[in-house]
C-alpha cells in the first residue's frame, strides 16, 4: 500500500533560515529576469495574438505568461506564474492575499517570489493606478516583503514609451535610471526607501524597475 504523504503547512512567520533564501536568493534580476519579459514580448510582436480589448491588462498578462516560459530553459531555479498568492502579507481570514500578475516564483520554496505588476497606459500620461500600486504595494511591502526588487509592466496603448518613462519619473518624484542591459529598450529602474512594518526583517532599499509595453493602436473596449 501506498504510504500517503505528509504535507507540510505554515501559519507562523517564517525562521531565520527562510529569510535569509528569501532576501539572498535575486539580489540581481536583470540578466536572470528581465530580458525574458522583452524576449516573450518579441515573440508577441512576432506572432500577434488575439489580446482581448474588453480586459487588456488580464488577457496580455496572460498572454506574455507561456511565452515567457518558453524563453526559459527550464533549468532555472523558478518558474513564471500568473496570479501567484502572496500569503506573506495577507490580512487576517477572511480577507484575500495580495495577486501579483506575475511572479517568478523560487522552486527551492516557493513561498518566495518576485513580482511583476501590470498596467495598461492609455498615454504616456494615465499613470495613476501605477504610481498607486507603487506606492501603496510595493513601497509599503505588502508587495515582494522578501525581495529588494520588482517590476512594473506598463502596457502603453498611444504615444511615446520615452515620454511614459520620463512621465513616471515625474509622477514618482525620483529618477529612473537607464538599465545598462537594455540600453535598446524603454526599460528603467527607481530605486527607493520602503516603509517596513514594525518587527518585520523585510529588505528597505528598493529596485523598481520599470518596462513599457508599446501595444500602439489597440483600442480598449468596454
Given at each position: 500500500?501506498?504510504?500517503?504523504?505528509?504535507?507540510?503547512?505554515?501559519?507562523?512567520?517564517?525562521?531565520?533560515?527562510?529569510?535569509?533564501?528569501?532576501?539572498?536568493?535575486?539580489?540581481?534580476?536583470?540578466?536572470?529576469?528581465?530580458?525574458?519579459?522583452?524576449?516573450?514580448?518579441?515573440?508577441?510582436?512576432?506572432?500577434?495574438?488575439?489580446?482581448?480589448?474588453?480586459?487588456?491588462e488580464r488577457s496580455i498578462t496572460q498572454l506574455l505568461e507561456p511565452r515567457i516560459d518558453d524563453a526559459m530553459t527550464g533549468f532555472e531555479?523558478?518558474?513564471?506564474?500568473?496570479?501567484?498568492?502572496?500569503?506573506?502579507?495577507?490580512?487576517?481570514?477572511?480577507?484575500?492575499?495580495?495577486?501579483?500578475?506575475?511572479?517568478?516564483?523560487?522552486?527551492?520554496?516557493?513561498?518566495?517570489?518576485?513580482?511583476?505588476?501590470?498596467?495598461?497606459?492609455?498615454?504616456?500620461?494615465?499613470?495613476?493606478?501605477?504610481?498607486?500600486?507603487?506606492?501603496?504595494?510595493?513601497?509599503?511591502?505588502?508587495?515582494?516583503?522578501?525581495?529588494?526588487?520588482?517590476?512594473?509592466?506598463?502596457?502603453?496603448?498611444s504615444g511615446s514609451s520615452a515620454d511614459a518613462l520620463q512621465n513616471i519619473?515625474?509622477?514618482?518624484?525620483?529618477?529612473?535610471?537607464?538599465?545598462?542591459?537594455?540600453?535598446?529598450?524603454?526599460?528603467?529602474?527607481?530605486?527607493?526607501?520602503?516603509?517596513?512594518?514594525?518587527?518585520?526583517?523585510?529588505?528597505?532599499?528598493?529596485?523598481?524597475?520599470?518596462?513599457?509595453?508599446?501595444?500602439?493602436?489597440?483600442?480598449?473596449?468596454?
Amino acid at each position: 500500500m501506498k504510504a500517503n504523504p505528509i504535507w507540510s503547512s505554515a501559519i507562523n512567520a517564517p525562521d531565520p533560515s527562510f529569510s535569509a533564501l528569501a532576501c539572498a536568493w535575486m539580489q540581481d534580476p536583470t540578466h536572470w529576469l528581465l530580458g525574458f519579459i522583452w524576449t516573450a514580448y518579441d515573440n508577441m510582436c512576432l506572432t500577434l495574438p488575439l489580446i482581448d480589448t474588453r480586459d487588456l491588462e488580464r488577457s496580455i498578462t496572460q498572454l506574455l505568461e507561456p511565452r515567457i516560459d518558453d524563453a526559459m530553459t527550464g533549468f532555472e531555479p523558478f518558474y513564471i506564474q500568473h496570479g501567484s498568492f502572496e500569503r506573506e502579507t495577507m490580512a487576517p481570514a477572511p480577507a484575500q492575499p495580495p495577486a501579483y500578475d506575475l511572479a517568478f516564483v523560487l522552486r527551492a520554496d516557493e513561498r518566495v517570489m518576485w513580482p511583476l505588476e501590470a498596467k495598461v497606459l492609455q498615454t504616456p500620461n494615465s499613470l495613476a493606478d501605477y504610481e498607486r500600486d507603487v506606492r501603496e504595494q510595493f513601497l509599503t511591502c505588502r508587495y515582494a516583503p522578501f525581495s529588494g526588487s520588482g517590476a512594473m509592466l506598463g502596457y502603453l496603448l498611444s504615444g511615446s514609451s520615452a515620454d511614459a518613462l520620463q512621465n513616471i519619473a515625474l509622477k514618482l518624484g525620483c529618477r529612473v535610471d537607464a538599465v545598462p542591459s537594455f540600453s535598446t529598450r524603454a526599460h528603467g529602474i527607481s530605486n527607493h526607501r520602503r516603509t517596513v512594518p514594525v518587527g518585520k526583517k523585510y529588505p528597505a532599499d528598493f529596485g523598481c524597475h520599470h518596462l513599457v509595453l508599446e501595444y500602439l493602436g489597440i483600442v480598449r473596449h468596454a
